[in-house]
């Protein structure tokens, strides 16, 4: 039995901003990797398990990933608050 990994990707659809894509792709990314970690302990065979030193190491890459994942939704909310705090200084300077 072969299981089956899906994405939940649209192809057609438009996307908002290039950084709602790229958290897009980011998170589509991670749910990629957690299916393919799933269907490898699922499929693996019971009398030649897989090595455990290669276990972690799939863990730590998806520890990465989330950090990644992690790091850019900060990096988002402090763009969108400089851009508002920009957006606020220059509306109201000049005026004492």
Do not use: C, H, W, Y
């Amino acid at each position: 039995m072969t299981p089956t990994v899906s994405s939940n990707t649209s192809a057609g659809a438009p996307a908002a901003s290039g950084t709602s894509t790229a958290a897009q792709s980011a998170s589509d990314d991670k749910n990629m990797f957690l299916q393919l970690l799933v269907a490898q302990l699922q499929n693996q065979d019971p009398l030649n398990p897989t090595d455990g030193t290669q276990f972690l190491g799939e863990l730590a890459q998806f520890q990465q990933l989330e950090t990644s994942v992690n790091m850019g939704s900060d990096i988002t909310a402090i763009r969108q608050d400089l851009d508002q705090l920009v957006g606020g200084t220059t509306s109201t300077g000049g005026k004492s």
